[in-house]
């Protein structure tokens, strides 16, 4: 039985992060090695060579200015000053943001440009190209098209895991649909059928999330974080789970997802993810509770210790690196190359916080938790 991200609902935050960095290298890796080689934007220290492509993961914070350098850089007769004031400006909504190709590149023979969404953002990307076509139109460099010469249609495996005792094997597919358009997606095969969607979700969201934390920069990021102290709220319990509870559905379900993290991280059987609240889940709890808080009384309050325990335990096993995960050399290779900018690249220039980077991650935490009660 296999499932995707793309048939998933609840999953835009973490997609966002994950193809914003780790799946733009990964094609940019592959986008190199088709054309015979790139000189990325601002170039190759003392080569000489003149830098041909630009790649918008590369760019953080100044990707408004590095965007205008590199379209100066070759075409001459542009205003630089211009394109990077139009680029930077505040956007009324989030429709009127500059749109930034996540490819372009500029050689003999190729101007052309590409934008990397995933299956579900289709139509923004198509927005963004014929915005961009647009911009080059106002600009009098019209000789940048969407691009047709690279034309990907990779069904690539990333890693297999064990997930509850059966192992899970996630692939990694990207293809060129139409002229400038490159979508992608994270899919996972299982040789059990799971028809509870919190778990799909969960199983997708866990995979990208231990992706991303092997970047050292993200782990640096992260142990900046108070997260942890929000323990208790952040799956947003509405009522009590077990013995003289409410036992809500998804109050339930999302209570067994994170005990069966903890029960397979420590040597338990899983117990089944049905939302109901039976002898089994009941029993779960009560193991817990005595393994780990101390009190036992087989019932998880809202803000109360044991919930409180099991949320920093799941986001401990969340962010902790997995010793076990053995994912394929094309995948590292793009770790290999993301850098702080990587990160910085997702960040809106008009958020406003002290730490926008570190607000993104502990926003795409709390996302994940939140999912986990709706299904």
């Not at 995707?4 to 780790?22: D, H, N, P, Y």
């Not at 205003?79 to 500059?98: G, H, R, Y």
């Not at 029960?263 to 939302?275: K, Q, V």
């Not at 998880?300 to 210790?305: E, H």
Request: one cysteine or more.
């Amino acid at each position: 039985m296999e499932k995707c991200a793309s048939e998933v609902k609840g999953l835009q935050e973490i997609m966002s992060i994950f193809g914003g960095t780790v799946v733009e290298t990964a094609i940019e890796i592959h986008y190199c090695a088709t054309k015979g080689g790139c000189i990325p934007f601002p170039g190759l220290s003392g080569s000489g060579l003149l830098p041909t492509d630009y790649f918008d993961v590369r760019q953080g914070f100044h990707i408004c200015a590095t965007l205008a350098a590199f379209l100066k850089l070759h075409n001459p007769a542009v205003d630089e000053v211009l394109i990077a004031t139009q680029c930077s400006m505040p956007n009324p909504t989030p429709a009127d943001k500059f749109a930034v190709p996540d490819i372009i590149t500029h050689e003999p023979g190729r101007t052309e440009f590409y934008e990397i969404k995933p299956v579900r953002g289709a139509a923004e990307g198509r927005r963004k190209l014929l915005k961009f076509r647009i911009f080059c139109s106002m600009n009098a460099i019209s000789h940048y098209v969407p691009g047709i010469q690279y034309t990907p249609n990779e069904d690539r495996p990333i890693t297999t895991q064990l997930w509850l005792g059966t192992p899970a094997k996630f692939r990694f597919r990207f293809v060129r649909t139409e002229a400038g358009l490159i979508l992608w997606d994270i899919c996972v095969e299982t040789s059990v059928d799971i028809v509870v969607e919190a778990v799909w979700k969960t199983m997708l969201t866990r995979l990208m999330i231990a992706l991303l934390f092997l970047a050292p920069e993200l782990v640096l990021i992260f142990a900046q974080t108070n997260l942890q102290s929000e323990a208790g709220t952040l799956a947003a319990l509405g009522n009590t789970v077990g013995v003289g509870g409410t036992n809500d559905h998804a109050d339930v379900q999302a209570v067994q997802i994170m005990l069966n993290d903890w029960r397979t991280n420590n040597g338990r059987n899983a117990i089944g993810m049905d939302g109901l609240a039976g002898s089994e889940t009941i029993d779960a709890i009560t193991d817990f509770q005595q393994s780990v808080t101390g009190a036992a009384d087989g019932r998880i309050d809202p803000g109360g210790p044991a919930i409180i325990a099991l949320e920093r335990a799941h986001l401990q096993s969340i962010v902790s690196p997995d010793p076990t995960l053995e994912v394929e050399p094309y995948m590292l290779e793009a770790f290999y190359q993301l850098t702080l900018d990587s990160f910085e690249s997702l960040i809106d220039p008009e958020n406003n916080a002290d730490n926008p980077l570190l607000a993104r991650v502990e926003n795409m935490l709390r996302v994940y938790f939140q999912e986990l009660r709706r299904g």
